[in-house]
């Protein structure tokens, strides 16, 4: 009976950790799913769901801008995802190759671009692809982007890439696959949780970036961009509509995959 009392601070603090993440969704699914009229002044609904509707979500699907954005958003996302991989996996395995001590120094100067403030890094890049034409394309935002994704990516395969035995891919060279064939067909299977961890929080980070998709393209905004307007402009039901927008594919992205997404596999272990 003790036992149970002494945890009751512990039940306490985990409701009201709960309560702090959630409640800010919650009154998100609100705004979204609720009618007009059951609002103060088009902004706040009542804490208890007075009715539901779809209204405010079919209404933002009217909007040509919505599709736009949407799919834009999510071109770009898994262009990020699958250019951290292409690249990350190669530089991640060459690096797993040297000294430990070496290979951790290396990654983490990686992060040098992460640590400064992100407009100081936008502006010249845009200037730069704004003179090759490359503004308002999915492909400059995902090369942007790939600064703040690619060494997060790195670190987190290259833990993968050592907890592996150096032996197995000396054994599959043996076997006669060369070094490319030997680490996408060993080394990469072998390290499947890691490289799927890092791909889903590749995309997650893609998915609402701002700043650099503010800079370089304006004209045809994301998904996050274009949120941010409408909340300006005070269309904030349909601002809401678009926040679940957002929101649904993380969520249902990290349910799908959350198996990859275990404390052991985003700290460099892998499965089996």
């Known amino acids: 009976m003790k036992s ?12 009201v950790i709960l309560l702090f993440t959630y409640f ?17 002044a088009a902004v706040y609904p009542s804490l208890y ?8 979500l079919v209404d933002a699907f009217q909007i040509p801008q919505i599709t736009q954005a949407l799919y834009k958003s999510l071109e770009v996302a898994f ?3 699958g250019i951290a991989l292409l690249i990350g996996i190669p530089a991640a395995y ?51 982007q790939e600064l703040v994704v ?20 000396n054994q599959a060279r043996v076997d006669g696959c060369g070094l490319l064939s030997a680490v996408y067909t060993v080394i990469v299977p072998l ?15 893609s998915w609402d970036e701002f700043t650099f998709a503010v800079f370089l393209s304006p004209i045809h905004p994301t998904l996050p961009i274009l949120i941010y307007i409408y909340i300006t402009r005070g269309y904030i039901l349909d601002a809401a509509a678009f926040s679940v927008l957002v929101t649904l ?24």
């Open 4 to 15: 149970h009392l002494s945890n009751i601070p512990l039940y306490l603090a985990v409701v």
């Open 24 to 40: 800010p969704l919650y009154v998100l699914f609100l705004i979204a799913f609720t009618p007009s009229t059951s609002t103060v």
């Open 49 to 56: 769901p007075a009715g539901l509707t779809s209204e405010n």
């Open 79 to 81: 262009m990020v995802g």
């Open 94 to 144: 060459g690096l797993s190759r040297i000294k430990p001590g070496l290979a951790n120094l290396i990654s983490s100067t990686l992060f040098l671009a992460n640590m400064m403030p992100a407009v100081t890094i936008a502006i010249p890049i845009s200037v730069t692809f704004l003179s090759i034409g490359l503004n308002e394309t999915p492909v400059a935002l995902a090369l942007a």
């Open 150 to 169: 690619l060494p997060l990516t790195v670190f987190m395969l290259l833990g993968s890439f050592q907890s592996l035995p150096r032996d197995i891919i």
């Open 191 to 205: 390290a499947k949780s890691g490289v799927a961890a890092a791909f889903i929080l590749s995309w997650m980070v």
């Open 249 to 272: 594919p993380v969520v249902l992205l990290v349910i799908v995959l959350s198996r990859f997404l275990r404390g052991e596999f985003l700290a460099g272990g892998i499965n089996g």
